[in-house]
């Protein structure tokens, strides 16, 4: 019988490091201006990535950052042997045109925008289960194939509630693997010195050493500009099992960042949680409410989108860990699992939410 | 440094059993009337499984068919630590409400027909990699649901091509589990025996022992009424390198089934195999051509859809397996990676297929 790596109720664990070889983060114009610039790949000023339409556009997108992401591993696309790929068009429209030119088997995952969470996480596991040394995982969202898909087409110029979120323009995309490919990757990036420079080629590592999977949970919310209020409690019942499961408190992390909750979705959050006994503020973030200057950009409640974690964590999150200013983060991908056809007919909105373990290993700062 | 489970360019091995530890199919009053009607647990003649619309009644019937896989192992929902699940629909509608019923952690999967195939290779790895003891895989389609997805409302009348394939109104689960998650079932089943009778009781078990996970594949073909033609590209890539992988041959299985290719598809399956030197004829079954009696039942080129497969896999596969008619199969899911959106903006068709070994293991006949 294999190794035990389950723990508590609804938690994993990775008894060997599985270590993030390498990341990519390529946005559009809206996110370029927004205050997490300096930390992303690419900005593409037209939003097009020289597609021929939107979901063309995100479909490229998506591509653009999995091959980044493997090229700044130092490996190429023949090295991975599973590419975990989702996003928010029906029939995940953008991932299975993206995939197609690339040479991966193909995994396609939806959770809606905790896609990355659902992605990293079986990507994560397929290592850890010795069924790949090398897999990545990616996701995508695109404001403008979102708005058509789930409200109203752009030129109808609609009138969005404060309660709304902005869906970013973004795909992030990371590979993981084990020690032997970390090694592979350490001894390609010696040989392309430069290339590829950062703190990987500096002995500090990033590693996923756990995660909780989640429920879906239906709290009855209707309103599809109010996203944040139909996430937050299956964020919130996935951080309390994580928790317990592990029995921990939220000060075991340096930071909790659930994924796009936005302004009003992280209150409830933190109320929630707090009613459990669990005081999150101190350690909370939220990648919708970093992503934009709510302000200053009029996105209300903040950024949301498969795209909105997923860059977030591949550019920000990671830098910050690379960097020692936080030593270990809980990434908690939430989503909101509507469908044009279920929101038309008057149905609830589901949440769900996972949580992945990222931690820093190497010389101390 | 965990066990290594992968071989070859794109497959993985199971180092321990994964057991099929329940199986169920529940279909609509079409498939009742086929040729497999004895091999399915459950008929419902309305079509509407007790639903308010048509995408109610294929979240019902996934509920259904995932609560009965369960029961039929002797199990309890809140024993199965991860639900693999996925549909046609977008965003995944009838997986996502059906999965709010069931307290399981939950990670949606697509890959359009070939979608049991991706939850089943998922489901099996968590398991073989030690995250879980039991877990489940579950698909559905819906005739009706699928229809108003892709084609025409069915108000419309339109008239079918003949290569067009009938989506199969089922939804087939299956619960795996390793070896101690079987000894708990065998426990159970003995103190309620009669209840869960079955080739189980008896010693005799099936067994998840390797699979081959594909990559999309793009032939151009742009037909949505032809869709045997976009997946048998891919089916045949991913048997291809299945047997390659393993250095096997065609007859090292006792069939080689397809997922829901049709006469058009298994035709070009067959075809694209023996250029390459494999001859698979001679063990050659298609789900799609399994499940109607095509000139009875007007279905012209064979079922299709989510549940296709997985009924049949559900129902018939697993019961030659159990009764020692076969001894090993190479089951072979496909998928035609097509959305609404995509077609209708004359975009190509691509494939995606997967391979998965089952064997029997037990007193031989």
């Known amino acids: 019988m294999g190794e035990q790596r389950y723990v508590g109720a609804q938690s994993i664990c ?31 000023e037209t939003d097009m990535f020289e597609g021929k339409n939107w979901n063309d556009a995100e479909s490229r997108m998506m591509q653009k950052a999995a091959a980044l992401a493997i090229r700044k591993a130092g490996l190429t696309p023949k090295q991975i042997r599973m590419l975990f790929a989702g996003d928010l068009l029906g029939q995940l429209l953008a991932s299975s045109f993206g995939a197609g030119e690339l040479p991966i088997p193909f995994l396609g995952v939806y959770g809606a925008c905790s896609t990355m969470g659902e992605s990293l996480l079986l990507a994560s596991m397929a290592v850890g289960g010795g069924f790949a040394d090398c897999t990545e995982a990616v996701t995508s969202s695109h404001f403008a194939s979102a708005e058509k898909e789930f409200r109203f087409p752009l030129g109808y110029g609609n009138q969005r509630p404060l309660t709304a979120t902005w869906t970013v323009t973004g795909s992030g995309a990371l590979v993981v693997g084990n020690r032997a490919a970390l090694e592979r990757c350490r001894a390609q990036r010696e040989e392309e010195k430069g290339r590829c420079a950062g703190a990987l080629c500096a002995g500090v590592e990033v590693v996923i050493s756990g ?36 029995h921990r408190m939220p000060e075991y992390y340096d930071k909790i960042i659930t994924g796009d909750l936005g302004e009003i979705g992280a209150k409830i959050f933190a109320d929630i949680l707090g009613q459990k006994g669990f005081q999150v503020e101190p350690v909370q973030e939220d990648c919708g409410l970093l992503i934009y200057d709510n302000e200053l950009q009029d996105t209300h409640s903040g950024g949301s989108g498969c795209g909105c974690c997923a860059v977030t964590l591949a550019g920000y999150l990671l830098d910050k860990l690379y960097e020692g200013e936080w030593s270990r983060i809980l990434f908690v991908p939430t989503g909101a699992l509507l469908s044009p056809v279920s929101a038309n007919e008057g149905s609830s909105i589901p949440g769900i939410a996972h949580a992945i373990v990222l931690e820093r290993k190497g010389e101390e700062k």
């Open 211 to 246: 995660g909780t999977i989640g429920r879906v949970t239906d709290f009855g919310i209707k309103d599809k500009a109010n996203m944040g209020a139909c996430m937050a409690p299956a964020a919130a019942e996935v951080v309390e099992t994580h928790l317990k499961d592990f």
């Open 14 to 44: 990775f008894t060997e490091d599985i270590y993030v070889l390498g990341r990519a983060a390529i946005v559009g114009k809206k996110e370029g201006e927004g205050p997490l610039r300096s930390f992303f790949d690419e900005i593409d």
